[in-house]
């Protein structure tokens, strides 16, 4: 069971639990963010990568992962990946540069965020034109420097039994 609540007004907090790993609606959440920058911590990054595959093969959409072996890899069409994107600033150069519609995963790893890479993220969070398209950054932890948060969308999974206490048959309990 899937069950959204706001955070602030820039983020959202899912949660699932049992077997159920991905958010409901969590795609149409990252497309119907009002930044282009969105931040999720999750701690299923894997599965969330496997569900975008699945998303992107089903929809037909641009949906990209970042490694640094590979650079920019498309999750549609096996095997493409995108020339001169090993490095995480050529990467969002080319984000920032393609004027077309696009979902672009990168992993939420403290030391890649250099003074470089920060000031291309604010540009993307900030940038209003040039088709539609999203930076996903995701992770286990979200480390993100101030003031990228404040301009990023934020959604926050967390899986398990809600911290939040119910009255069921007469008790309190948690969940």
Same mark, same amino acid.
């Given at each position: 069971m899937t069950e959204p609540a706001a955070i602030n007004e820039s983020g959202v907090l899912v949660r699932t639990s049992g077997e159920e790993r991905i958010p409901e609606r969590l795609y149409e959440q990252l497309l119907d963010s009002s930044s282009n920058l969105v931040l999720i911590?999750?701690?299923f990054a894997t599965e969330l990568i496997a569900h975008m595959r699945l998303m992107a093969q089903r929809r037909g959409h641009s949906i990209y992962a970042w490694n640094q072996e590979t650079g920019l890899a498309s999750l549609r069409e096996h095997g493409i990946t995108v020339a001169g994107s090993k490095r995480l600033s050529e990467a969002l150069r080319f984000v920032l540069q393609s004027?077309?519609?696009?979902?672009?995963?990168?992993p939420a790893e403290?030391?890649?965020?250099?003074p470089q890479v920060l000031a291309?993220?604010?540009?993307?969070?900030?940038?209003?034109?040039?088709?539609?398209? %999203?930076?996903?950054?995701m992770g286990a932890t979200l480390?993100?420097?101030?003031?990228?948060?404040?301009?990023?969308?934020?959604i926050?999974? %967390?899986?398990g039994p809600s911290e939040r206490l119910r009255l069921r048959d007469g008790r309190w309990i948690r969940g």
């Open positions: 911590e999750t701690p004027g077309h519609f696009g979902v672009y995963i990168f403290r030391n890649e965020f250099t291309l993220m604010r540009q993307i969070a900030r940038a209003k034109e040039g088709g539609d398209k %999203r930076v996903v950054i480390d993100v420097p101030s003031p990228l948060d404040r301009l990023a969308h934020v926050k999974h %967390r899986h």
